[in-house]
């Protein structure tokens, strides 16, 4: 499988434009210059930049210049660290994956809001479609119900299509049901060109990446797992991998695991070793990933409880 050329070795800037208040000091303050310093610092060559649709339009489908310039000057940073983008719609105008916390729904369902996420798009390309060289873009983050694959497949191709206008260079992600499973990445339509990606998240075991997690009724919250007892190894990865890296051959594209990380919860010792044990997996099959996530976000990778492990998880990212 072939690397992505500037997008091999990420990580997240969740909750900067999305999962967030939508405060002006939230969006303004969150991630700053001295943040990109950092990330530059360890070695990775790309961000990964989730944002939600709100941030760029009003309530009747017009848009926002002020979400617009605050990505101006994100992508003016990571051009000012050498850091390469990828624009994540997180949530868009009748969707989210966050079924607990969201209200949104009907996305599948509405040729307008089908709309609304096509011109978003189109606005998109044609700001940042000449910037191609270091901005990929990601359709939408985490489609959720298998049902909606047929339709969410026409989507993101018309979707591609109308962004081709304007950006007919730019890397294009495109993600599976089950929030990006990986193991239903057979079933996305082959890419419209050679220049879209398959997209897929793992977080697995979850028992063990998201324990404690309040948020998602998927787990026993109340349990706990040492790395050791979870029976976690190389194969267990490249078992469930296996289909998708197929699927990529088949259709002749790549895979780009767009988030991947552990809970705060589990101790800085496990986390290295569970760092370590997918990353020979991503590395072994030459698939770019973006680590989930920079700071805070009950995942932060620069939060003080990693400073004794630092050195040794940046080389497993």
Request: aromatic share 16%; glycine share 6%.
């Amino acid at each position: 499988m072939l690397k992505i050329k500037g997008f091999y070795k990420g990580v997240n800037l969740g909750g900067w434009f999305s999962q967030c208040d939508y405060s002006e000091d939230r969006l303004d303050n969150f991630i700053t210059e001295p943040d990109f310093a950092k990330i530059a610092s360890w070695g990775i060559d790309h961000v990964r930049i989730p944002v939600d649709y709100n941030i760029f339009e009003n309530d009747d489908g017009t848009y926002s210049e002020s979400g617009f310039k605050r990505i101006d000057k994100a992508f003016e940073l990571c051009e000012k660290y050498n850091l390469n983008a990828v624009l994540d719609l997180h949530k868009t105008a009748g969707f989210s994956f966050d079924s607990y916390g969201e209200s949104e729904s009907g996305f599948f369902e509405s040729e307008e809001l089908q709309e609304r996420f096509y011109r978003l798009w189109e606005q998109f390309a044609v700001r940042y479609g000449k910037l191609s060289d270091r901005v990929a873009f990601e359709l939408l983050n985490e489609v959720t119900d298998k049902s909606f694959i047929d339709t969410w497949n026409d989507i993101s191709c018309r979707c591609i299509q109308r962004i081709r206008k304007y950006a007919p260079d730019t890397i294009i992600l495109v993600g599976s049901y089950w929030n990006n499973s990986v193991t239903a990445v057979p079933d996305l339509a082959k890419p419209c060109d050679d220049k879209v990606v398959y997209n897929f998240h793992c977080y697995d075991p979850l028992k063990f990446t998201h324990q404690g997690a309040y948020w998602t009724d998927m787990i026993n919250k109340d349990e706990r797992f040492s790395f050791d007892e979870s029976g976690i190894t190389p194969e267990y990865f490249e078992e469930m991998f296996s289909v998708a890296i197929e699927a990529a051959k088949k259709n002749n594209t790549s895979l780009y695991c767009g988030e991947y990380g552990v809970i705060n919860i589990v101790s800085p010792e496990d986390t290295v070793k569970w760092f370590r044990c997918i990353n020979s997996v991503l590395e072994k099959y030459g698939i770019a990933r973006s680590a989930w996530s920079y700071k805070e976000m009950d995942f932060g990778l620069s939060d003080s409880r990693l400073d004794s492990v630092r050195g040794e998880l940046l080389k497993y990212l």
